[in-house]
């Protein structure tokens, strides 16, 4: 039981690009600037900030909350930096809803950044570093790579084809086409997909989100707070997170249990018995098409194997039963790791609100769901928010 | 903000060496997390619900750091995160998490394994601002220089004040088993330490040692429930001030007076640190506990006074100038002193009738990051 039901009431989100001008702190006080404005709140009221920003190495600065805090409002207010890799976008309002439902403070700003680009020459640089030193650095893995084998592994198993996973990528990048901050919103087809470069089959260059820099901030509110300044609070009513061991060679990953987990949490505290009849839609991390449909089964959205099914026939377009990334996803609107992860929380809070615009899913949403995942393949964080 | 209900019900401590090139980081962490689970009398896989480590990436030349986390602290499978920042940060969501009934206990790990990373000085550096700080080419040790010279300067205190804190914690840290750099040569400074950069001399920095510490928490109803031993967290708060180079106090630590001010506010305190039997503050440079001081006591004169035995006992633990800069570990060992005090479990260091704790922190160059937290047992 709750001291506080949490209330977001405010959310803000800078252009996703490659190569923005704007520094990391920066680009924290834009977003977070424009969440407090949609708020109508002053940065003075907030008592609290959640910093969320994945690897160090990416911006190349050590201690990235510090220096991070300034741009944030986190001068003079406690402030706390909360990490779970790649999963670290969703686990920033998790972090914000506990200082929040605790009931320590009333009010807090979550703040997600990320800047890919000064990584040379590529951010996926970053990422050698992110291997077993021992282990499995030596054998000279790559991000890629292995992804490329849990794609591989989750086709086999379950039947799913390279153009059933492509079919994603064509959704996603049709609805960032509607999204004004989205960095790749594109209108292609399976085939563009099918022919794009191959970088570790199966793992094609149209099956991958871009690296980018960017920035997402929301403010969280106690009851008693968010009805003194909106008459329309959205409120967190699950989170959940789990971490799988590190050893993902002694895991079968066809199926993200870590996930499945993690969602259990969720629901349980949010009371969702059916997450399929209870969730009106969902905005589900996909940095490549096939974790759409990864997750989705994990987060017992779709039968083991019945997620390629339910995109093949529409449910998860944006008018579709049960749409799936309105936002666009990280294939569509960009992918600055712990931003993309509040991105996405930030959209469910839009959509609920009506406020989507053109992204507004068609069918009347009371109820949705944010996810994300990371570190090595072993973090599934889950936030479940409703009017 | 109101006093939390929750309580340590275990601690454990593995390592304190300069170096423990025998065991791995994973290794280390195993041990202090098996330590502190048999302190608490509890099975991690069916009764820890979150568990918390403090580390920042890079220290174990690894990014993304929390992926390693979870094996040997008993977490794979289950609610594990990385809140990156000194010991009392991660006590303080520690501490909210179990207010806000996500979890009734959460087991908290901080670690250093400084003696595997051969350039130190080139990842605190990376922690400087990229644009207008780093590209001066000041090192930690310069900047802590800086703000060493203008607080003798501005408080009043001199050379021969760091001298006595030097004396002091190192003489304590021979009392303590955990601490490799105790030693009883009086004058603390020897007339050789090499001036790092003026006025810092090599002395008047804590050495870095390998180490790491676990403590549980858990809510005041389950140690009640069942029957733990437990050490009450009446308040704890953290923040930032601005650093002395952005515009801040170079005097005063900003950050430590108002995490003290809202931490005593929740555990109600009446005297200030008066009120208190022991304290544990940072000492990560000599100066820095003089400073700490000054800006917890708020005068001078009645800093004076602690450090002349007056009050609160200072750093039975010795401190890190004794113990060794256990990076984002330094606080949990300074919370895993004030619980063996509080327990009467300090042996020939012990603080006599230690009812009463406060452990402050600081996150080191080039920060204006620390907490507070305050302990006591019995009320």
Known sequence: MTRNRVAVIGAGMTLFRRRLLETGRELSYEASAMALEAAGMERREVESVVIGSAPDAFDGVHMKGEYLLEGAGGIGVPTSRVYVGGGTGVFGPIGGWWHVASGLVDTCMVVAEEKMSPLHPHPQYAFWSIFDHTLERPLGVTLLWIFALEMRRYMHVYGITEEDIALVAVKNKLNALDHPCAQLGAKITVDDVMRSEKLVWP???????????????????????????????????????????????????????????????????????????????????????????????????????????????????????????????????????????????????????????????????????AQAWGDLMQVGTVITMRR | MRRPEVCIVGVGAAGFRPALPEISTRELMFEAAALAYRDAGIDPRKEVDSFMTTSEDLWEGWSITDEMVPDQIGGAGRPVCTIPGDGITGLGNAVMQIESGVAQVVALEGHSKASDVLDKEAVENLAQEPALLRPLGMGSDTLAALEMGAFLELSGFGLADCDVVLENSRARGTANPLASFGSRRRRGVSPSSEVISSPLRRSDKAQFADASVVVVLASKAWAKKNKRQAVSVDGVAWGSSLPWFDGGDAAYAGYARSSFERAAKQAELKRGLGSLDLIEIDDAYSFKLLQHLVSLSRDKKQASAV?????????????????????????????????????????????????????????GVPTATGGVAILSVGA
């Open chain 1, 203 to 369: 793992v094609k260059r149209y099956d991958v989100s871009p690296p980018s820099d960017g920035a997402c901030a929301m403010v969280l509110a106690s009851e008693e707070v968010a009805r003194r300044y909106t008459d329309d609070p959205v409120w967190i009513d699950g989170v959940g997170w789990n971490v799988d061991t590190q050893y993902w060679t002694d895991r079968d990953l066809c199926y993200p249990e870590y996930l499945e987990r993690a969602a259990r949490m969720a629901y349980k505290m949010a009371k969702i018995d059916d997450p399929r009849k209870d969730l009106d839609f969902a905005e589900v991390y996909d940095p490549f098409d096939y974790k759409e449909l990864h997750h989705l089964e994990g987060l017992m959205l779709a039968d083991k194997g019945g997620a390629a099914k339910m995109t093949r026939e529409g449910v998860t377009k944006r008018d579709g039963d049960f749409p799936v990334n309105p936002s666009g996803g990280l294939l569509g609107v960009g992918n600055p790791i712990a931003a993309a992860g509040l991105m996405k929380v930030c959209e469910v809070f839009w959509q609920l609100r009506g406020e989507a615009g053109r992204r507004q899913v068609k069918k009347e949403a009371n109820r949705g769901l």
């Open chain 2, 307 to 363: 450090l002349e035995g007056e009050g609160p006992a200072l750093n039975p633990s010795g401190g890190s100038l004794a113990v060794g800069n256990l990076i984002e570990a330094s606080a949990l060992h300074r919370l895993y002193e004030a619980v063996l005090q509080l327990r009467g479990e300090g042996d020939n260091r012990q603080v006599k009738w230690a009812k009463s704790a406060l452990v402050q922190s600081w996150r």
